[in-house]
């Protein structure tokens, strides 16, 4: 199934590469950074108990990207689609993993420094659709099976969960 999945929509062009660029760190990565450093500023100038913690806990999260990410991919060995270099360690997709602990986490840190409803739901919003448009990029063009961006959602998407847990529970002023 996964590979009629994608025969179906592997059509490598200049957009699909685009979307699939937002999954890179060099672009995922300073939006999570400006994000924790807002966060811990705002945390901090209102005078927050542990204003430290959720912006730390969003570093830890992207940290943890690579250290499962990679043992995953050499452990499952899977092989990439017929549109790249023959080659393994595709599953799960590291990029996947970035835009949803980058975009997710940066959403996540941000929600308690807003007090509008519709900002709060324009972020989530936001958030949503890059990481959405990033996986889309990554399976149209050619560069991730479906079910290699699915696995990312999963386990990241859990992740995201327990910082979510952790940011809930706190409220900023």
């Not at 660029?21 to 672009?27: C, E, S, Y």
């Not at 108990?49 to 959720?54: G, K």
């Amino acid at each position: 199934m996964d590979e009629r999945l994608s025969r179906a929509l592997v059509r490598p062009d200049r957009f699909s590469e685009l979307l699939a660029d937002l999954g890179n760190t060099q672009v995922a990565l300073p939006v999570l950074v400006a994000a924790l450093t807002y966060a811990a500023w705002r945390g901090r100038s209102t005078g927050t108990d542990q204003w430290w913690l959720p912006p730390l806990a969003g570093a830890l999260l992207m940290a943890l990207v690579p250290a499962l990410v990679v043992p995953l991919k050499v452990w499952t060995d899977r092989p990439g689609t017929p549109a790249v270099e023959p080659a393994t360690g595709y599953y799960p997709s590291g990029h996947t993993a970035t835009a949803v602990v980058a975009y997710g986490a940066a959403v996540l840190v941000l929600l308690p420094l807003l007090r509008s409803a519709a900002v709060r739901r324009w972020l989530c919003l936001a958030g949503a659709v890059l990481v959405l448009a990033a996986s889309y990029g990554l399976v149209r063009r050619g560069y991730h099976w479906p079910l290699d961006v699915v696995a990312s959602w999963c386990l990241f998407g859990t992740l995201l969960f327990c910082l979510r847990l952790l940011v809930g529970r706190r409220r900023t002023g």
